[in-house]
């Protein structure tokens, strides 16, 4: 009866691990930070994008890192735009593949 039940839970997490996609992450950096009310800020309009699953900003880094929904693709000038909307100026960005 064991071997049963750890069968059907193995055939139960597989299709979970296969359709496990990956997520495009950008790190970029934000010019401009200068209290954490800048960063709740920042990141409420980061989080609006359409494409954007999550979004982080780091006050003492002067950096904001964005998780891109799976299956979708980072629209770099769509964050550079909402962080000037924002009031700030972006710099550098690196975009890297994390597993979901």
């Given at each position: 009866?064991k071997k049963i039940a750890?069968?059907?839970?193995?055939?139960?997490?597989?299709?979970?691990?296969?359709?496990?996609?990956?997520?495009?992450?950008?790190?970029?950096?934000?010019?401009?930070?200068?209290?954490?009310?800048?960063?709740?800020?920042?990141?409420?309009?980061?989080?609006?994008?359409?494409?954007?699953?999550?979004a982080e900003v780091d006050?003492?880094?002067?950096?904001?890192?964005?998780?891109?929904?799976?299956?979708?693709?980072?629209?770099?000038?769509?964050?550079?735009?909402?962080?000037?909307?924002?009031?700030?100026?972006?710099?550098?960005?690196?975009?890297?593949?994390?597993?979901?």
């Amino acid at each position: 009866m064991k071997k049963i039940a750890i069968v059907f839970v193995a055939l139960l997490w597989l299709p979970v691990a296969v359709w496990a996609a990956d997520q495009e992450v950008v790190e970029i950096g934000v010019s401009g930070l200068a209290c954490p009310f800048c960063a709740y800020g920042l990141e409420k309009n980061l989080s609006k994008l359409p494409d954007v699953e999550s979004a982080e900003v780091d006050l003492a880094a002067n950096s904001a890192r964005v998780v891109i929904k799976a299956d979708h693709t980072a629209d770099l000038e769509q964050i550079k735009q909402a962080i000037v909307k924002a009031g700030f100026t972006p710099g550098d960005a690196n975009t890297s593949v994390a597993q979901e």
